[in-house]
């Protein structure tokens, strides 16, 4: 008898006769343009991933998993998987109504049907899901900054997959997965979820897990969105790649997850459980502050160091997948090996080194030595290439303030100092330069400033990711879009923000533009 892992799982795809009939009919359909976020969750709902959910939960799903991780029907399931959008589009739809799904390039991937239609109470879904109804939690800030503020629940019926371009041999479905695993005969598969690069720790610790289920390998990173910051997944691909050769072939497989992570600490260690479990897997590694947002308003933890661990372990049987405990890995200088903290009995009279995540980063920013007990020279290489050192990163300043505050001067004085020292190129993205050439449409409602400076940070963004600096000069009163520009320009290089915070009356005694 086939083992439960390894049989087939329901997907919401349709055949491909019905697709083609389904995708000329869907064309007459009111459509949503789906956000990155959007996609992820469209891709693991229609592939299984997220098996047993049928489609965007209902308004009473939505409630039950909210309030205690549970769908209308008692099943385990933590994650809030909502279709969110904009008052406006809500307007337009009747309960029954039938939508297509769209990609960014407005391919129509499904069809889904509105069965209900509400609006949330996001405070209370932050204090619930992510345990805090704080701004500096990412998922938190997307929550009430960017999500829509009417929730669509409904079955979806898919017609195709989203298209993905890169390493499109490593993306499997849970069901190509399976039948991986049946075909090699693993009846027992641990996953190792991550979406940092791989050092030689992580490669100790997954051999140590490995052994301990007696289990072969699934290193199965998150490709989709993760953490503002974070490594990005086509350098991480690279170096994971590299790394896969330390691993024993016949033992190891690695595949690409294309998940929009929340950071939601315990309840995302759950969910990762259920996801891994719907793709064949049968044991999951569980981290110490698993997929943590870090610090929160008041420089705390958002959760506690093993809080993932203990929520998990208390659902892993009704999961149907057990956990394995994540080894904080150190490197023991005396027997030149890595060994777990809390193994070691002569910790008094050993030599234990470590390098964190913001030491590396530090390291890789300054040029410094990264040695090599602690990485493989492959994974250096990559991590090199896309973070060279702070004097070669192309960085992004960016001035604040009232309309008269001399912004603008400070800016040109600033853009002449750095083209005089030469050595990359310099641009200026001035309020009212860019209002002439790239906003000329807009208004002055807080929508059209918003939107006129995401436009500044898009291009903000593509000139530091190419080595250059841009220097930017406009009215940005709205803290939370002034964020929205500092994470896109982060994930290439540096970014300062500057208020210069010249008093409301000297503003208006140099007016020159009648304002």
């Not at 699934?218 to 790649?241: A, N, S």
């Not at 999961?319 to 490197?331: L, R, T």
């Not at 853009?415 to 310099?426: D, I, Q, S, T």
Request: glycine residues 8%; proline residues 5%; negative net charge.
């Amino acid at each position: 008898m086939m083992p439960s892992n390894l049989a087939p799982i329901p997907e919401l795809y349709v055949s491909y006769e019905s697709s083609q009939k389904l995708k000329i009919e869907a064309g007459n359909l009111v459509s949503l343009d789906l956000t990155p976020r959007q996609i992820c969750d469209l891709e693991l709902l229609m592939n299984g991933g997220f098996n047993p959910l049928k489609g965007f939960l209902s308004e009473e799903d939505y409630d039950g998993v909210v309030e205690n991780m549970r769908l209308a029907d008692g099943s385990l399931w933590p994650m809030p998987i909502n279709l969110d959008v904009s008052e406006a589009f809500a307007e337009k739809l009747e309960l029954g109504q039938d939508i297509a799904l769209r990609d960014q390039e407005g391919v129509i991937l499904a069809t889904m049907t509105i069965t209900d239609r509400w609006t949330p109470n996001k405070a209370r879904e932050a204090e619930k899901v992510f345990g805090a109804d704080d701004d500096a939690h990412p998922a938190v800030n997307y929550l009430h900054n960017q999500a829509g503020n009417v929730y669509l629940g409904g079955p979806v019926t898919g017609i195709q997959q989203p298209v993905h371009y890169d390493f499109r041999a490593r993306r499997d479905t849970p069901n190509e997965l399976r039948a991986y695993f049946r075909k090699l005969g693993w009846r027992r598969v641990v996953a190792f979820q991550t979406r940092n690069p791989l050092h030689r720790a992580h490669q100790e610790l997954t051999f140590r897990a490995a052994r301990e289920a007696q289990a072969n390998l699934l290193i199965h990173p998150v490709v989709g969105m993760t953490k503002p910051g974070d490594v990005d997944h086509f350098t991480r691909v690279r170096c994971y790649e590299a790394v896969l050769d330390k691993y024993p072939a016949a033992t190891t497989s690695m595949s690409l997850l294309n998940l929009a992570m929340r950071m939601a600490g315990p309840r995302e260690a759950v969910w990762h459980g259920l996801i891994r479990k719907n793709h064949g897997c049968t044991h999951f590694i569980v981290g110490r502050d698993h997929a943590g947002p870090g610090k929160n308003s008041a420089g705390e933890d958002f959760y506690g160091p093993y809080d993932a661990q203990d929520l998990f372990r208390a659902h892993q049987e009704e999961m149907g997948i057990e956990m394995v405990d994540f080894k904080h890995m150190v490197w023991v200088q005396e027997r030149a090996q890595y060994e777990a903290m809390d193994e070691i009995e002569d910790k008094d009279s050993v030599t234990i080194l470590n390098i964190s995540g913001t030491e590396l980063r530090r390291r890789l920013r300054e040029g410094l030595e990264i040695p090599e007990w602690f990485s493989f020279p492959e994974v250096v290489k990559e991590l090199r290439r896309t973070s060279p050192p702070r004097s070669k990163q192309g960085f992004t300043v960016f001035f604040t303030g009232f309309s008269g505050s001399g912004k603008s001067t400070i800016a040109n004085a600033l853009m002449v100092k750095l083209m005089e020292m030469g050595g990359r190129p310099v641009t200026l993205l001035d309020g009212d330069i860019v209002r002439k050439n790239l906003s000329s449409e807009l208004g002055f409602s807080k929508e059209h400033r918003d939107l006129n400076i995401r436009r500044i940070g898009y291009v903000a963004s593509e000139i530091t990711k190419n080595g250059g600096i841009a220097i930017c000069a406009p009215i940005a009163p709205y803290a939370t879009t002034r964020r929205a520009v500092r994470e896109d320009v982060e994930n290439f290089g540096a970014f300062v923000e500057i208020h210069v915070a010249t008093s409301i009356e000297e503003c208006e005694r140099r007016d020159r533009k009648g304002c």
